[in-house]
Nanobody
Framework: EAALVVSGGGSVEAGESLRLSCTASRVTWDHIDQGWYRQAPGHECELVSTRRRDGHIWFAQSVKDRFAVSLDNAKNTIYLQMNELEPEDTAVYYC??????????????????WGQGTAVTVSP
């Protein structure tokens, strides 16, 4: 299994930005797909974005045009840039390294398989 460090969460006001980081130590992001999930209290988890190993990126409609994903090969880190944050973005965010098919059906109760997520709180 990949060892991941996810960081960058925090508390912000609506309209502000945050950048989450997902750094892997046992896999190389060019060789595996990746997904960002989030889970808000009392809600089912939601797949926010995926990055295919060839660089193709997908976003959920709820974040499209506000979020961006990038890869720093030198740091083996994938970033989730979150702009124009809304209170509805409040959740714990998790990074998942796996094939896209596996990512899409990832069970909500296993989001912390590779470690703790990072909490994002957006106040009105």
């Amino acid at each position: 299994e990949a060892a991941l460090v996810v960081s960058g969460g925090g508390s912000v006001e609506a309209g502000e930005s945050l950048r989450l980081s997902c750094t892997a130590s046992r896999v190389t992001w060019d060789h595996i797909d990746q997904g960002w999930y989030r889970q808000a209290p009392g809600h089912e988890c939601e797949l926010v974005s995926t990055r295919r190993r060839d660089g193709h990126i997908w976003f959920a409609q709820s974040v499209k045009d506000r979020f961006a994903v990038s890869l720093d090969n030198a740091k083996n880190t994938i970033y989730l840039q979150m702009n124009e944050l809304e209170p509805e973005d409040t959740a714990v965010y998790y990074c998942i390294p796996a094939d896209l098919g596996t990512i899409a059906s990832w069970p909500c109760d296993r989001l912390d398989t590779w470690g703790q997520g990072t909490a994002v709180t957006v106040s009105p």
